[in-house]
Each structure stands twice: as structure tokens, then as C-alpha cells.
């Protein structure tokens, strides 16, 4: 099965840029979507296919990918961005697969 | 409004069974695939189980295969999640979530519902 491997933890102070990456074999294949969860609440979908934002996520999220990596970058984090940020796909099987989460912390 | 609203979890013990329902609401359910992501306690999200628009195409996570069976009845707006044969470490919260482009990228989720499998 295939997998995807994301950073424990990341810091970013606040009005900064922060990149946060989503490693695995099956993004050579296929975008990864990414989420944002603050605690207690559903995920929120922030990025998705090649760099696709829905609508209400503000601008300063954005997507790329290169080889077997995804990014996330927040250009000008602000306070409300701090949360866990899932990565997902889906493998080559067809069957999805998340990131295991990146805590971000904006100091 | 665009909704998705799980029901059915609750306490059950290793082995029982469980059915969760998911009803949707303000979008053509029909025409999107559907899937169950799961959250065990301070743990991260694990994708379950997806089932095509027209239940064609059906994906199951390895951990869950063969106990878990996804079904959907579009007449409805319901997704569903049978669960069989649970054990504790299927305790967690189980999301529904909708593909909004068939890319894996859930757009709508649902509140959750608690599964506790426990003695």
C-alpha cells in the first residue's frame, strides 16, 4: 500500500512563509489534496488538484508538487492558520491514503 | 445548505457490529463519490472506505477489508458503513466525506459520529 510522509511538526512566525511537504510514490502519479483541522472540528479541504483552492480559503495558501512531493505553502501565516494539515491522495489501486498530519505552529 | 449528517455510532464490544448512516442534503448526491475517513483519539486521519457515484467502483482500506462494507442508496441521499467483527482499535470518528472532482479531495464533511469498541 502506499504512503505518505509528512513532518510531525512545523513552526512559522507569524506574517511569514511556511511550507509544509507530503512525501510518497503515488504523487509522481496523482495531486495530493491537502486539509486543515483545528481541534474538535471536521477537516477543511485548503488545496486541491494542481493548485486549486475552493472557494472562502484565502489566497495565501497555495499548492505545488515536484517529483514525489507536495507542498503546502501559507505565504503571510497568520494566527488563525495554526492547526494540523493532512496531506491525501490516492495510490495507484485505487484505494486513498492521508498523511499522517503536520502540526503547525505559528509563534 | 450543503450537508452531510452521520448517525449510528455509539458503544458496542470487540466482534459486535455496527451500521453507520450518512444523509446528505442540498446537493445532487447522485452524481459524487462518497467515502468514510476515520480519526482515532489525538491520532490523524485515516482514509476508510469510497464508493463510486453509481456504486460501481468500490475501495476499502486494508485494515478494514473484509469487515467494513460501504453502500449508498441515491433514492435516499444516504451512504452507509457496516461495520462487522470491530475491534478496538477501530474506535475513532468516522467522518463521511464528499469527492467533489474524483480526485480524493473531500470538499464536505460531515460532523462525525463516535465509535467506542470496547469490553
Known amino acids: 500500500s502506499s504512503e505518505l510522509t509528512q513532518d510531525p511538526a512545523v513552526s512559522v512566525a507569524l506574517g511569514q512563509t511556511v511550507r509544509i511537504t507530503c512525501q510518497g510514490d503515488s504523487l509522481r502519479s496523482y495531486y495530493a489534496s491537502w486539509y486543515q483541522q483545528k481541534p474538535g472540528q471536521a477537516p477543511v479541504l485548503v488545496i486541491y488538484?494542481?493548485?486549486n483552492r475552493p472557494s472562502g480559503i484565502p489566497d495565501r495558501f497555495s499548492g505545488s508538487s515536484s517529483g514525489n512531493t507536495a507542498s503546502l505553502t501559507i505565504t503571510g501565516a497568520q494566527a488563525e492558520d495554526e492547526a494540523d494539515y493532512y496531506c491525501n491522495s490516492r495510490d495507484s489501486s485505487g484505494k486513498g491514503v492521508f498523511g499522517g498530519g503536520t502540526k503547525l505552529t505559528v509563534l | 445548505e450543503v450537508q452531510l449528517v452521520e448517525s449510528g455510532g455509539g458503544l458496542v464490544k470487540p466482534g459486535g457490529s455496527l451500521r453507520l448512516s450518512c444523509a446528505a442534503s442540498?446537493?445532487?448526491?447522485?452524481?459524487?463519490?462518497m467515502n468514510w475517513v476515520r480519526q482515532a483519539p489525538g491520532k490523524g486521519l485515516e482514509w476508510v472506505s469510497s464508493i463510486s457515484s453509481s456504486s460501481s467502483y468500490i475501495y476499502y482500506a486494508d485494515s478494514v477489508k473484509g469487515r467494513f462494507t460501504i453502500s449508498r442508496d441515491n433514492a435516499k441521499n444516504s451512504l452507509y458503513l457496516q461495520m462487522n467483527s470491530l475491534r478496538a482499535e477501530d474506535t475513532a470518528v468516522y467522518y463521511c466525506a464528499r469527492d467533489a472532482y474524483d480526485l480524493y479531495a473531500f470538499d464536505i464533511w460531515g460532523q462525525g459520529t463516535m465509535v467506542t469498541v470496547s469490553s
Open positions: 442540498g446537493f445532487t448526491f447522485s452524481s459524487y463519490s
Open positions: 488538484g494542481k493548485n
